[in-house]
């Protein structure tokens, strides 16, 4: 289930290092679903071709998970927010995957970028989509004594 699956990586990320008593670690994994199947970043070219072809013309979410950890506490979040994709053209696909925006981006695109062209619709978190959902990574840091 892609949600398990992104609350385990933004939990085992928070983990991997020894905290001091006084500090606070944020980590976070963003992972983009078609149904129950996860598209992670894609390997090469091919990948996010079969990528973005498959969101074309559909509805997809995307998920943040987000923990922060103390040293004695961890607390883990999901930020679910859903985007639709339009139905892209043959050369509109071809663009893209030539611009190698696609590289290191969950589901084979990047919203902040020339992706965004690609959205009419979003609904959850802008940033959440983006990577990390500010105001909830905010409230978190706060709900374990993290000070502005």
Excluded at 3 to 8: E, G, K, M, P, T
Excluded at 57 to 68: E, F, L, P, S
Excluded at 84 to 102: A, D, G, P, T, V
Excluded at 119 to 127: T, V
Aim: proline residues 3%; hydrophobic residues 40%; positive net charge.
């Amino acid at each position: 289930m892609p949600l398990n699956y992104c609350r385990r990586m933004a939990l085992e990320k928070a983990q991997f290092l020894n905290l001091k008593t006084d500090e606070i670690i944020l980590t976070a994994d963003t992972t983009v679903s078609v149904g129950r199947r996860i598209l992670g970043k894609p390997i090469d070219v091919d990948e996010a071709r079969v990528f973005l072809t498959l969101l074309s013309g559909r509805r997809h979410k995307v998920i943040t998970a987000i923990a922060a950890r103390t040293s004695t506490e961890v607390k883990v979040i999901s930020v679910v927010s859903q985007v639709k994709f339009k139905r892209l053209s043959i050369n509109e696909l071809s663009l893209y995957l030539n611009s190698k925006e696609w590289e290191g981006k969950a589901g084979g695109y990047a919203i902040q970028g020339l992706g965004s062209e690609f959205i009419p619709w979003i609904s959850g978190s802008y940033s959440g989509i983006v990577g990390l959902p500010l105001s909830q990574a905010i409230s978190l840091l706060k709900s374990l004594g993290w000070e502005q």
